[in-house]
């Protein structure tokens, strides 16, 4: 999923970085600025939701362009994330057309989304 997703977006003029899992991700985002992550909510040893919290936190700028793929349309608890973060969502399955509006919304730097609540000052 990772592969075919830095295919799509690096088709748009983006520079692209791939990590395996969120802590991978918070490694390179401590490493180097990037201007957008996309981000699965299910992944291995930190799912998406923590890594947004964590992103929120140590990056607010960065919160407001953050996109979420996912795969849960189920879930209360997901339906309620997506809603307090009101981040750009991608739903599996998806287009490459879906992934590049939704990667579009977050170049045009819509206002920071509010980290949900409780979870501004959760220590890592």
Do not use: H, W
Request: with cysteine.
């Amino acid at each position: 999923m990772a592969r075919l997703i830095a295919e799509v977006v690096a088709g748009e003029d983006c520079r692209v970085a791939t990590a395996g899992n969120g802590r991978e991700a918070l490694d390179l985002l401590a490493r180097e600025p990037f201007d957008i992550v996309i981000t699965d909510l299910k992944m291995p040893e930190m799912d998406g939701m923590d890594l947004y919290r964590r992103i929120a936190q140590r990056y607010p700028a960065l919160r407001g362009r953050v996109v979420l793929v996912t795969g849960d349309t189920l879930s209360p608890s997901t339906a309620e994330f997506l809603q307090e973060t009101g981040a750009p969502t991608v739903r599996k399955p998806f287009s490459a057309r879906d992934l590049r509006s939704a990667v579009q919304t977050a170049r045009e730097g819509r206002p920071p989304a509010k980290p949900p609540l409780g979870e501004a000052t959760r220590p890592d």
